[in-house]
């Protein structure tokens, strides 16, 4: 069963799209989104003036956990991937979550990872954050792949073979 947790937009609030306007007289909604990522619903109502409004309510759903284990290690990592047309604020409440697990928000191109660290998300982890309980572990991220742990010298060959392939 999929929990659905109600999260305001850092762009767009539900409390700023309807200051100043009188309450709507009707509502429709309907979703947009990506499937197995956040959706989001768009809310086009009109309001006692009689102008049509719309603004998006940016209701994520929470995606599956997914699971895999790092080459020669015992250790299982879990991470969340969704995707949007824009960034959030934070990641939902996830109840699968553990300790270690990454949430990973695509949009615009561009990127979000959370770090998992107890019951809370760690906002802002980059490429080359230091993996929490296995020191020799770094977080690999480059275009086309999900970030991952991997150690420091498979995160340098990594890294020469992108250099060199964009020297070609």
């Known amino acids: ?6 999260y305001t937009s850092p762009i767009l ?7 100043g306007t009188s309450h709507p007289s009707a509502t ?7 499937p197995g990522g956040p959706s ?3 809310e086009t109502f009109q309001n006692v003036k009689g102008t049509v409004e719309s603004m998006t309510r940016n209701r994520v759903t929470v995606p599956e956990r997914q699971e895999h284990k790092i080459r020669n290690l015992d250790v299982i990592i879990g991470r969340f991937i969704s995707s949007g047309d824009i960034p959030l604020e934070r990641p939902p409440v996830c109840s699968q979550a553990v300790h270690r697990d990454l949430y990973v928000h695509h949009y ?4 979000q990872i959370w770090l998992r660290d107890g019951d809370q998300w760690l906002p802002d982890i980059r490429d080359g954050y230091h993996h929490p309980t296995l020191p020799e572990y ?4 480059a275009e086309g792949v999900e970030p991952t742990w991997v150690t420091r010298k498979t995160r340098s060959t990594y890294k020469g073979r992108l250099k060199n392939r964009s020297h070609q």
Not at 138 to 141: A, D, E, G, M, S
Request: proline share 0%; hydrophobic share 30%.
């Open 1 to 6: 069963m999929l929990q659905r947790s109600l």
């Open 13 to 19: 609030t539900f409390e700023d799209a309807t200051e």
């Open 28 to 34: 429709k909604s309907h979703k947009i989104g990506v």
């Open 40 to 42: 989001y619903e768009r």
């Open 108 to 111: 615009e191109n561009r990127l």
């Open 138 to 141: 770094r977080l690999y991220v």
